[in-house]
């Protein structure tokens, strides 16, 4: 767990690794998703109103990911928490490496913050977070992804040192991606 204070007023924010004792809070932030964000659901919650605990192992136990042409990718979940009052704000994923398909988009890194705390700096922190959990995988050349029209998450990359190196079409949306390369220390 990495447990910092954060300057712009996130307050004491922890990543964890997905937990079965963490369920409420889950899927407290799951309807946030659901009810907030025009009835779209990010893909990392899909399973968890059948089999939570099944959904957690999924998570820890198996820690791969498909990319876009179905190959699997070794990753680690994190869940952004704050313990102040057990709320979780936001999910990353932390891909081990990059395939063809995820160096094109996607990244090492995908993050998302739950629609009700989006605009108060938790982005920039989970970003921030993840990337030393990339350092302690030894990834130090970090690729991350954004579409181009989402200026917020371009504005996260950049506050983490991240430096633009081109744009490309997405293959699955055909829209335009914005490549993004942080270099850790």
């Known amino acids: 767990m990495t447990d910092t204070q954060h300057p712009a007023g996130t307050g004491a924010l922890t990543l964890v690794e997905p937990t079965v004792t963490l369920r409420d809070a889950f899927l407290n932030m799951a309807d946030d998703y659901r009810v907030n964000a025009g009835g779209r659901v990010d893909g990392v919650f899909e399973l968890y109103p ?4 099944g959904y957690v192992h999924q998570l820890v136990g198996n820690a791969y990911i498909r990319d876009s042409r179905g190959v699997r990718v070794p ?4 869940w952004l928490f704050r313990p102040d009052d057990g709320v979780l704000l936001g999910v990353s ?6 395939t063809p398909a995820l160096r094109r988009e996607g990244g090492h ?3 998302s913050i739950r629609p009700t705390e989006r605009r108060k700096g938790h982005g920039t922190r989970i970003l921030e977070l993840t990337l030393e959990k990339a350092r302690d995988f030894g990834i130090l050349e970090v690729l991350v992804t954004c579409d181009t029209a989402n200026i917020g998450s371009a504005r996260i990359i950049q506050a983490n040192g991240g430096v633009f190196e081109n744009e490309v079409i997405s293959e ?3 829209n335009p991606v914005s490549r993004y390369w942080i270099t850790l220390q």
Do not use: K, S
């Open 172 to 174: 699955r949306t055909g």
């Open 109 to 111: 890194i995908g993050y």
């Open 50 to 53: 059948h089999d939570f605990p």
């Open 93 to 98: 994923r932390l891909r081990h490496h990059l």
């Open 75 to 78: 990753a680690t979940t994190y």
